[in-house]
Structures are given as structure tokens and as C-alpha cells.
């Protein structure tokens, strides 16, 4: 049997698999190449995380867990929130354990939003958002954050609402720190944020995996601020070098919690057991985990701004996360892709073009320096030579 645009929800043939994985996926069939694409940590899954997850297997923790997430885990997602930033979630009844915070944001927007409903998303945006909100018929509206050098501002929310007067908007995607420009922001634009939406009625769906990864600051959550139009996203993924055992939290007033366990339960029924075993060991044995390799990232940030600059390359300065977000210079080409392709096949290269996340990435490219230091060097000599050969 042949298959017919009509035997499938027509949402679907409007998204496709993300520019990152197609563009990693081409390139990493060259002989050679140095990939700096995907926010993949380059450490392991510290030892004391694994010996845990060895211990539940040999005490047959291979059956369902119930639907909210292991209790234990939980009641360690609520004490280490706490303590980090300063935010308080019951452990029983506002939060759960998701699959990585993929599903979290997937269960958040099929439990916030109808078919038609608005959502505001700054951008550029890591674009695992939008094929989500195309699906469940989300109409997203824009704010392009590239004249405020990628800092989203109250006054921004305001006028994108202004502009929009017959929409039904819910949310706001908030990534913070960001991807893919590494931007965090500082208490004072948080309040001045959560300010606003507060004003506007807006959920704010604020995506935090990047909590952890903060430089000469420590993390501040949307939540602290606004609690009661939160709903918030967090994971083990980043901050533990965990991102394949998929571990992720949604934490959100009682009312919230109590819908978004319906959509969560039946999209997963619950994550892996043997990793929410190993979760608990991470939140309460490794709290500090995140910190040890931030040291390391930071350096590897340092390094990769002080090289690009001297090749002329602008961004604005990564506070959080692991990644560049550089304006390619005056006179290269100005397209993304091509400016990457042909780096990645004439100099054995792989970075991100801008554009895999949204318009506003245009004459952009993203770097991640989750890569070792020896790849960061062998990198940066690469791209110098091919700005100096396409001079």
C-alpha cells in the first residue's frame, strides 16, 4: 500500500527533522572532521552516577515506575531546586519526571495550548520548539531579539502583542540560559521580564537545562519570580553529562502539575526506572557536578572567543550554556548554510548555520565548545585558515 498525504495528519508534512541533526548527519560522513555541532558534553556520566544505575539494575529496578516519577527523585529534584536557586516545588504534587526535557516541553504546549492559540517566541530559538508547535497547530509569533544584541525586553513583549490584537495568546517560550546564544539573563531583566508577563497573563514555559552551565554568575530562575504562571524545565542532561539516560523535570503549581501528568502519562507512561535510580544519585551525591565542568567550559569559551575574534567574527558574550553564536564578517557569504558547507567540506569543519534556528539566524553560525581542548585547537586553526583563504 502506497501512503497519501491524506492517510496522515497534514501538520506533519510541515516539519521536517531538525538543520542540525541533517547537517551533522551529512558532514560526519567526511573522513577527518572536527564536529563542533551538537551540545553534547564531552565528559562522561561521573562514576558515582553510574555505579548507581548498576546497583538499581542488580536490585531489579526494571518495572514500571509510577506515572509522576520515582518519589525519591523527586523529593531530590525539589531539595536540589531549593537549594541552587532558590525556588520551592512539593515533591508529591508539582513535579514531574519526564523524558529528557524534549517531553517536557512537548506535555507543557499540548497542556497549555488549543489548536489556534498564540504562543511569543523570542528568537533565535533552539529549534526543537517549533516542529512541536507546528504539530499541535500553535500559531507562534516572533520576537527578534538580534537588535538588543539577543536580550529580550519587556518592551518587546509588549509590542508583539500590540502588533497581534485579534490573536489568543497563552505563553511565552523563555530559554534561559540560551540556546543557541548562550545568553543569561541578569536578575534585573528577569524581574523586568516576569514584570510583564505577569501583566500580560502569559504562562511563561521557561526552559532552564542550562542552569548549571553559568560563568561569573549563578543561575537565577524565572520562577523565583513568577511561580504561579510557571511552568518550568529542567533536566540531568547538561548539567550531568547525562543526556542519553533522558531525565528531565517539569515543576509547576499543584492545579498545572495536575493536567500536564494527564498529557504526560500518555505520551511516555514514565521514564526509565534504572535512570531515575541513577537521577537521585546525581541530585544528591553530584550537586556540584555541573560546576566541576564548567571550569573546563569556560576555559574552552575563552579560548574559541579570543580565536574568532581575530578572524573578526562578533557575538555577544556567552554567560551560560556552551555555545557561540558569531556573525559571520563583512565579505564571506552572507548565507549560513553555504558559508558551513563549505567549511565542513573544503576544511573538514562541522559548526551550525544560523538559520537552523529561525529567520533571525541568518549570516549567522553556532559553535558548540563541548568538544575537547585539542578539537577547540585543531578547530579554530581550520576556521582561520579558510577566512584567510577566502579573504
Same mark, same amino acid.
Given at each position: =500500500?502506497?501512503?497519501?498525504?491524506?492517510?496522515?495528519?497534514?501538520?506533519?508534512?510541515?516539519?521536517?527533522?531538525s538543520?542540525?541533526?541533517?547537517?551533522?548527519?551529512?558532514?560526519?560522513?567526511?573522513?577527518? =572532521?572536527?564536529?563542533?555541532?551538537?551540545?553534547?558534553?564531552?565528559?562522561?556520566?561521573?562514576?558515582?552516577?553510574?555505579?548507581?544505575?548498576?546497583?538499581?539494575?542488580?536490585?531489579?529496578?526494571?518495572?514500571?515506575?509510577?506515572? %509522576?516519577?520515582?518519589?525519591?527523585?523527586?523529593?531530590?529534584?525539589?531539595e536540589?531546586?531549593?537549594?541552587?536557586?532558590?525556588?520551592?516545588?512539593?515533591?508529591? #504534587?508539582?513535579?514531574?519526571?519526564?523524558?529528557?526535557? @524534549?517531553?517536557?516541553?512537548?506535555? !507543557?504546549?499540548?497542556?497549555?495550548?488549543?489548536?489556534?492559540? %498564540?504562543?511569543?517566541?523570542?528568537?533565535?530559538?533552539?529549534?526543537?520548539?517549533?516542529? *512541536?508547535?507546528?504539530?499541535?497547530?500553535?500559531?507562534?509569533?516572533y520576537?527578534?531579539?538580534?537588535?538588543?544584541?539577543?536580550?529580550? @525586553?519587556?518592551?518587546?513583549?509588549?509590542?508583539?502583542?500590540?502588533?497581534?490584537?485579534?490573536?489568543?495568546?497563552?505563553?511565552?517560550?523563555?530559554?534561559?540560559?540560551?540556546?543557541?546564544?548562550?545568553?543569561?539573563?541578569?536578575?534585573?531583566?528577569?524581574? &523586568?521580564?516576569?514584570?510583564?508577563?505577569r501583566?500580560?497573563?502569559?504562562? !511563561?514555559?521557561?526552559?532552564?537545562?542550562?542552569?548549571?552551565?553559568?560563568?561569573?554568575?549563578?543561575?537565577?530562575?524565572?520562577?523565583?519570580?513568577?511561580r504561579?504562571?510557571?511552568?518550568?524545565?529542567?533536566g540531568? #542532561?547538561?548539567?550531568?553529562a547525562?543526556? +542519553?539516560?533522558?531525565?528531565?523535570?517539569?515543576?509547576?503549581?499543584?492545579?498545572?502539575?495536575?493536567?500536564?501528568?494527564?498529557?504526560?502519562q500518555?505520551?511516555?507512561? #514514565?521514564?526509565?526506572?534504572?535512570?531515575q535510580?541513577?537521577?537521585? %544519585?546525581?541530585?544528591?551525591?553530584?550537586?556540584?557536578?555541573?560546576?566541576?565542568?564548567?571550569?573546563?567550559?569556560?576555559?574552552?569559551?575563552?579560548?574559541?572567543?579570543?580565536? =574568532?575574534?581575530k578572524?573578526?567574527?562578533?557575538? &555577544?558574550?556567552?554567560?551560560? %550554556?556552551?555555545?557561540?553564536?558569531?556573525?559571520?564578517?563583512?565579505?564571506?557569504?552572507?548565507?549560513?548554510?553555504a558559508?558551513?558547507?563549505?567549511?565542513?567540506?573544503?576544511?573538514?569543519?562541522?559548526?551550525?548555520?544560523?538559520?537552523?534556528? +529561525?529567520?533571525?539566524?541568518?549570516?549567522?553560525?553556532?559553535?558548540?565548545?563541548?568538544?575537547?581542548?585539542?578539537?577547540?585547537?585543531? +578547530? =579554530?586553526?581550520? *576556521?582561520?585558515?579558510?577566512?584567510?583563504?577566502?579573504?
Open positions: =500500500m502506497g501512503l497519501f498525504r491524506k492517510d496522515l495528519n497534514d501538520q506533519v508534512f510541515k516539519i521536517e527533522v538543520d542540525i541533526r541533517q547537517f551533522d548527519d551529512e558532514v560526519s560522513q567526511i573522513p577527518g =572532521m572536527i564536529k563542533l555541532t551538537m551540545g553534547e558534553p564531552d565528559f562522561n556520566t561521573p562514576d558515582h552516577i553510574k555505579k548507581a544505575a548498576i546497583e538499581a539494575i542488580n536490585e531489579n529496578y526494571s518495572h514500571y515506575m509510577g506515572m %509522576a516519577g520515582d518519589i525519591e527523585l523527586r523529593t531530590a529534584a525539589s536540589f531546586f531549593n537549594e541552587k536557586y532558590g525556588v520551592s516545588y512539593d515533591a508529591q #504534587s508539582e513535579i514531574l519526571v519526564t523524558v529528557g526535557a @524534549t517531553e517536557a516541553i512537548a506535555t !507543557a504546549l499540548q497542556t497549555i495550548f488549543n489548536p489556534g492559540d %498564540a504562543v511569543l517566541v523570542p528568537t533565535p530559538l533552539y529549534p526543537g520548539y517549533m516542529p *512541536l508547535i507546528t504539530l499541535n497547530r500553535i500559531k507562534p509569533i520576537i527578534d531579539t538580534r537588535d538588543n544584541n539577543f536580550r529580550l @525586553t519587556p518592551d518587546m513583549i509588549k509590542q508583539a502583542i500590540a502588533d497581534n490584537p485579534d490573536e489568543t495568546i497563552k505563553g511565552i517560550i523563555l530559554i534561559n540560559p540560551s540556546n543557541p546564544t548562550g545568553i543569561s539573563w541578569t536578575e534585573d531583566e528577569i524581574i &523586568a521580564i516576569t514584570d510583564e508577563i501583566t500580560q497573563k502569559l504562562w !511563561a514555559i521557561s526552559d532552564e537545562i542550562y542552569s548549571e552551565l553559568t560563568y561569573g554568575h549563578n543561575h537565577i530562575s524565572i520562577a523565583k519570580y513568577i504561579d504562571q510557571t511552568v518550568l524545565i529542567n540531568l #542532561s547538561k548539567s550531568h547525562m543526556t +542519553g539516560w533522558r531525565i528531565g523535570f517539569l515543576l509547576a503549581p499543584k492545579a498545572m502539575t495536575d493536567e500536564l501528568k494527564k498529557v504526560h500518555y505520551l511516555v507512561t #514514565s521514564a526509565t526506572s534504572v535512570s535510580r541513577a537521577g537521585i %544519585a546525581a541530585l544528591r551525591d553530584g550537586k556540584d557536578d555541573g560546576r566541576i565542568m564548567n571550569v573546563e567550559y569556560k576555559k574552552r569559551r575563552d579560548f574559541v572567543m579570543t580565536e =574568532m575574534k578572524m573578526h567574527f562578533e557575538m &555577544a558574550e556567552p554567560s551560560g %550554556a556552551f555555545y557561540i553564536f558569531a556573525k559571520i564578517p563583512e565579505g564571506y557569504n552572507q548565507n549560513a548554510m558559508f558551513c558547507k563549505d567549511l565542513a567540506f573544503n576544511h573538514k569543519l562541522a559548526l551550525i548555520p544560523g538559520t537552523a534556528f +529561525g529567520e533571525s539566524g541568518k549570516g549567522y553560525i553556532r559553535l558548540s565548545y563541548a568538544a575537547s581542548m585539542d578539537n577547540l585547537v585543531a +578547530g =579554530m586553526e581550520r *576556521l582561520n585558515a579558510y577566512m584567510t583563504e577566502n579573504k
